[in-house]
């Protein structure tokens, strides 16, 4: 079983849907949580980090972690079809930080 | 600040041939990790440097090495490559090296045949 699993989509909605993306981790001593965004054909781009349980909002993403469930989600408001990529959940221990666990990643399209 | 960039972008290799690959982090960051991206298996862990010492690894073979030099710039070498080996390769770095923020570059994407 992996460390990290994540909802494997993919995921269509309309144009101005909340989208709500999750994945769900065994290793309790997880304690940073990042969402990555992937382009076709180009590296992720961090898009939300926290090492907290609860909410982190920045503009139309929120972050959420529930330490004591297991459970990451990111919310995107008002979606876009700029926000067509793949998101990647990632986790990392604060003892090798630099090593990130990543989900397998959710793929998400927003129609006009 | 200019970003994580990475060199070459695409090459092709053939079975059992070596290939190094480069990062240059951004400006400032110490920490410089390398992942192996495929379709299969998603984002992997290689392995991280920092201060030019070897902090982490992941599960790979030794055919899969790395370095780091003192300014921060990295490469990663596969030798005797193998038709599995084709994927995305990218590179991370980081300035904080206790929280899990990392900045990729735009990846290599090596093809073996």
């Known amino acids: 079983q992996k460390e990290v699993e994540q909802d494997p989509g993919p995921l269509s909605v309309p144009e101005g849907a909340i989208v709500s993306l999750n994945c769900t981790y065994s290793n309790s001593a997880f304690q940073y949580f990042m969402w990555y965004r992937q382009y076709s054909r180009k590296g992720p781009e961090l898009l939300m980090y926290?090492?907290?349980?609860g909410n982190k909002e920045d503009g139309r993403f929120t972050a959420q972690v529930d330490k004591s469930s297991k459970y990451i989600s990111l919310f995107i408001r008002d979606s876009q079809p700029s926000d067509s990529a793949t998101y990647l959940c990632a986790m990392s221990f604060n003892t090798n930080a630099g090593k990130s666990t990543f989900g397998d990643g959710t793929t998400l399209t927003v129609k006009p | 600040k200019a970003g994580v960039t990475q060199t070459p972008r695409y090459l092709i290799k053939t079975r059992g041939q070596q290939v190094t690959l480069s990062c240059s982090p951004i400006s400032g960051h110490r920490s410089v990790s390398w992942y192996q991206q495929t379709p299969g298996q998603g984002l992997q862990f290689l392995f991280e440097y920092f201060s030019e010492t070897q902090r982490n690894k992941g599960n790979f073979p030794g055919r899969f090495s790395g370095r780091q030099f003192s300014n921060s710039r990295s490469e990663m070498n596969v030798s005797t490559l193998e038709l599995g080996d084709s994927a995305l390769y990218l590179c991370?770095?980081?300035?904080?090296?206790?929280?899990?923020?990392?900045?990729f570059g735009p990846g290599t994407r090596l093809t073996v045949t």
């Open positions: 991370a770095s980081s300035f904080r090296d206790i929280t899990g923020e990392q900045y």
């Open positions: 926290t090492y907290s349980s």
